[in-house]
């Protein structure tokens, strides 16, 4: 079965910094795309960042220079580091999986951003 829980959102004033972690089990996570998306309220959710099994990395451009994706093949994590962050990050913010070759994905559960000005 496979799951992936995430954790690190919450409350934050404008400027400061969160970090999202998102554990995996169930999958062999070293093959796997990962990446963070977000959800703002009557929006759609919208990738935030990418990275490839490899260490490529895709990032929106409202967040470059500002957060940065990582991944720990040991701990099966990937980690989002969110810098300077502004009222307009406020969201949902989803981790996701994607297995070689495109064939499944998987998304956790959510959590919570909340960047207060």
């Known amino acids: 079965q496979v799951q992936l829980v995430e954790s690190g959102g919450g409350l934050v004033q404008s400027g400061g910094s969160l970090r999202l972690s998102c554990a995996a089990s169930?999958?062999?996570?070293?093959?796997?795309?990962v990446g963070w998306y977000r959800q703002a309220p009557g929006k759609q959710r919208e990738l935030v960042v990418g990275?490839?099994?490899?260490?490529?990395?895709n990032y929106a451009d409202s967040v470059k220079g500002r957060f940065t994706i990582s991944r720990d093949n040991v701990k099966n994590t990937v980690y989002l580091q969110m810098n300077s962050l502004k009222p307009e990050d406020t969201a949902v913010y989803y981790c996701?999986?994607?297995?070689?070759?495109?064939?499944?994905?998987?998304w956790g559960q959510g959590t919570q951003v909340t960047v207060s000005s």
């Open positions: 996701n999986v994607v297995s070689p070759g495109k064939l499944t994905n998987y």
């Open positions: 990275m490839t099994s490899g260490g490529e990395t």
């Open positions: 169930g999958i062999f996570f070293r093959m796997y795309a």
